[in-house]
């Protein structure tokens, strides 16, 4: 089973930063893509970042600019940087990862609150 472990959730002003990491752990072959979602209350669950088996990343255009994803893949942990907060950021943040056999596994969520 795989089991992914979300930190660095946490309140912030508006225009902080923030540090979110997704640590992978169990038995899988691959990795093909992992994404940070959010929702909001009363909002769809929508994907902000992602991050291919290559590399290649792409984003929300409500964050490019402002946010950065990485992944480190000798320690199987995904990074979300989230720079110049603002409050409609505030959500509920996931990470998910999808093997290249097509399997979904997905965090516990941490809550990301941009207020002052």
């Known amino acids: 089973q795989v089991q992914l472990v979300e930190s660095g959730g946490g309140l912030v002003q508006p225009g902080g930063s923030l540090r979110l990491s997704c640590v992978a752990s169990?038995?899988?072959?691959?990795?093909?893509?992992m994404n940070w979602y959010r929702q909001a209350p009363g909002k769809q669950r929508v994907s902000v970042a992602l991050i291919d088996h290559r590399g290649s990343t792409n984003y929300a255009d409500s964050v490019k600019g402002r946010f950065t994803i990485r992944r480190d893949n000798a320690k199987n942990t995904m990074y979300l940087q989230m720079n110049s907060l603002k409050p409609e950021d505030t959500a509920v943040y996931y990470c998910k990862l999808r093997t290249a056999l097509g399997q979904e596994y997905w965090g516990q969520g941490t809550q990301v609150t941009v207020s002052s």
């Open positions: 169990g038995n899988f072959l691959s990795i093909n893509t």
